[in-house]
């Protein structure tokens, strides 16, 4: 049974926290596509430059409720459909560049929706070149006269550079010359494919270069298909023909088929992620940087969609990496130490774009290929959110960078080593105003996030413009040579100095002799002998005195070099001075920030504990709070339910008290009214003959002689008869309802109560009720005097809620019959005699039988309900 295969484990992150410096927050631009057709519908419009305006379509209200809201978006910049390539590369990416030439990493990506022109703004069109080829030409046009010879520098395959000496370098340039491969004569041929593209004119380039290093700069391409990194350079075939099947089912071998090899990611000691095994080119011009692309575009997967024509289907990212080294003391040679080697690199990545699968009607392949590119969008705008909340609310979650290749890739670019910029390409028509919303607000969020600010690589040491020094030095000895007669040309630098010293002297003359009495060959010969001795002489003298002035010469060098070498050691023991006594104070400075860390180590401890407890007391605070507003809302609630039952008691007693009262005052009445009587009687007994039967008066006699208790004088026998006269009402205007109960009695008074057009009804109803808008209660009591007093009860009818009647009474009238003699008149006139046994039950109290209380029956449906109550009729004892 096969061993599992573990995972290696991942070693402990060695790298020391960076020091909390300045930070930048992510740039954010906008770019608007222009509309492919002018009759279009828009719902993009750029407002002013860092600010967009989105707006749903008009069809799209009819599908959310009518909802419509127009909602505005701020960038850094925002670049409408008519600005050129050359703008937008000034705005974004020339400041990348120049941080990539000054040793600073730097990420450019392109985000948008499928069709919003990504690939364009990266690449550009014939005649318009785009970011890549620009950022290109900057490089080579900044660095073309300082670019070290090919394999000087060489990278390994950890992400590192080494540097080698001239003649190991001159070993590979032959060793690749000896190659079978081609080689251009003259000046390289362009492919005319792309030749319009990197034609850029405008010859930008960077003002602050360093002169004194020199520069390699290397380029690789990759894809990132369906969370696979695969090498675009490779040499091994590309093809993506699949193997065929048999009718087995089972695939047929094809051993020219060879499939490519996904790479694999890996982190260097620096804590950096590179892609292991990807091919780097040296590239010494933008040609042949360019000819590189374009070579691993041809190879990169696109597709036709329903939506775009030539849609990509992987992330492509192109990285430029720029190697620089400083040159020797004298200005010739590369320094050979890895320690100053600096590597920058430039990452432009062109983000294959989001799509909804219902609108671009993808299946098989494509489907696949669009899940896996959504699936990485959305980890990258996972890993934005969660650097968002961590650097916002102080929080430390982890950032999900594993869960997709292309933020695993550029994880530390966010964790601070490098610049980071966005181009939020947008396609304005209609079709897409969902998915540019979602973009939107992504790229908001995206702002946010800050990144720290890279530190400038340290200085080197050595004195700076040495390359000038050494060029101006070789120029002024070639021309010193040239005026003094030395070699000017290869034909002079083959000749040896005995030679050219040989040819200025004079020619011999010819030494045989012919006869022995010829004199004159051998004068001739020694006057040239002595001549040439002379010049030798002469040569010699000079070359003494020359000796002589170039040893002065150099003495005096010498004891120049010497003075400046101990004023060098003067000073180099000052700066080490200096340098010990600052690393002496930086390490007390290193001790006191350790000792004060550990202070604030302590106090943030102390602080979140008392934090914590602040938290702890303020909730149980708001709980406390809580219990104590329940407390006094359920006292409140119990105080007005007992003053309610105390209003609703004390109105009871006081009815009752009342009540008890009225039948108390009634009663004691009764009982006066009888002494009365019996003492009236008694009178009459005494005064009247004793012959005579004694009788009782009655009531019926009483009201048979109302002349004896009037005050007005007796009527006149033939004076005409007297008119009622009615009493109107107040607001005889209205439509009333006269409610006279049963039981009151008829009186005689001419004052009348008469109000016309009214309802009279023995009983309240609410059908008389709905009729009329005025109440009228005709109530009759016994006056104290003993007389009946009638009050007219008068009130407003209008409507309830449950769609019966009410009524609110509003004032009362009176109207009262007094006997000026004081005497109690009798309930009822009798035109009989009544008997002696039924004198008891005829005298009855008026207040009795009058007395009509109306009560209003609460939260009934039908409205209001009326009872009469009338005290019962009691028998005098």
Known sequence: MKAARAKTPRRPALKKASPPGPKDPVGVYCRVRPLS???????????????VQIHPPDGYRIFRNGEYRETQYSFKEVFGTLVAQKELFDAVAKPLVED??????????????????????????????GLLPRCLAMIFNSIGPFQAKRFVFKLDDKNGVDVQCEVDALLERQKRDATPVPKASGKRQVDPEFADMINVQDHCKVEEV????????????????????????EETSFDLIKPKWNNCNTPVRNGDFIPPQSKMLREDQNHNMYVMGCTEVEVKSTEEAFEVFWKGQKKRRIANTQLNRESSRSHGVFMIKLAQAPLDADGDNVLQEREQITLSQLSLVDLAGSERTNRTKAE?????????????????????????????????????????????????YFDGEGKVRMIVCVNPKAEDYEESLQVMRFAEMTQEVEVARPVDRPLCGLTPGRRFRNQAFRDELARKLEIRGGPINEETEEQSASEILLRNFPPLPSCELLDINDDQTLPKLIEVLEERHKLRQKLSEEFARNVLTFRTALRELDSNIMSKENYVQGKLSEKEKIITGQKAELEHL?????????????????????????????????????KLQRQVSDKRRLE???????????????????????????????????????????????????????????RERDREKPIQRSVSPP?????????????????????????????NLPTDTVMQPHVPHAITVAAASEKALAKCDKYML???????????????????????????????????????????????????????DPPEDAADSEWTDVETRCSVAVEMRAGSTLGPGYQHHAQPKRRKP
């Open 364 to 412: 098989g392949n494509r489907l696949r290929e669009a899940g896996n590119i959504n699936q990485s969008l959305m980890t990258l705008r996972t890993c934005i959110e969660v650097l968002r909340e961590n650097q916002k609310y102080g929080t430390n979650k982890m950032v999900p960078y594993r869960d997709s290749k292309l933020t695993h890739l550029f994880k530390n």
């Open 37 to 51: 057709c002018p009759d279009q519908e828009c719902c993009i419009e750029v407002i002013n430059e860092s600010t």
């Open 100 to 129: 990539l030439i000054h040793g600073k990493n730097g990420l450019l990506f392109t985000y948008g929706v499928t069709g919003s022109g990504k690939t364009h703004t990266m690449t550009g069109s014939p005649g318009d070149g």
């Open 210 to 233: 360093d002169e004194d290093n020199v520069y390699s700069v290397f380029v690789s391409y990759i894809e990132i298909y369906n969370n696979y990194i695969y090498d675009l350079l």
């Open 590 to 626: 290193e001790k006191k920030i350790k000792t004060l860390e550990y202070k604030v180590e302590i106090l943030e401890k102390t602080a979140t504990i008392y934090e914590e407890d602040k938290r702890h007391l303020q909730q149980e605070l708001e709980s406390k709070s809580q």
């Open 715 to 743: 009527p006149v026998p033939n004076a005409p008869p007297v008119r009622l006269r009615h009493r109107r009402s107040r607001s005889a205007g209205e439509r009333w309802v006269d409610h006279k109960p049963p039981s």
């Open 640 to 698: 007005a339910r007992l003053q309610g039952m105390v209003a609703e008691t004390t109105t009871k007693w006081e009815k009752e008290c009342e009540r008890r009262v009225a039948a108390k005052q009634l009663e004691m009445q009764n009982k006066l009214w009888v002494k009365d009587e019996k003492l009236k009687q008694l009178k009459a007994i005494v005064t009247e003959a004793k012959s005579e039967k004694p009788e009782r008066p009655s």
């Open 778 to 832: 005709t109530h009759q009591e016994l006056a104290s005097d003993g007389e009946i007093e009638t009050k007219l009860i008068k009130g407003d009818v209008f409507k309830t809620r449950g769609g019966g009647q009410a009524v609110q009474f509003t004032e009362i009238e009176t109207l009262k019959q007094e006997s000026p003699t004081g005497r109690k008149r009798r309930s009822s006139p009798s035109n009989a």
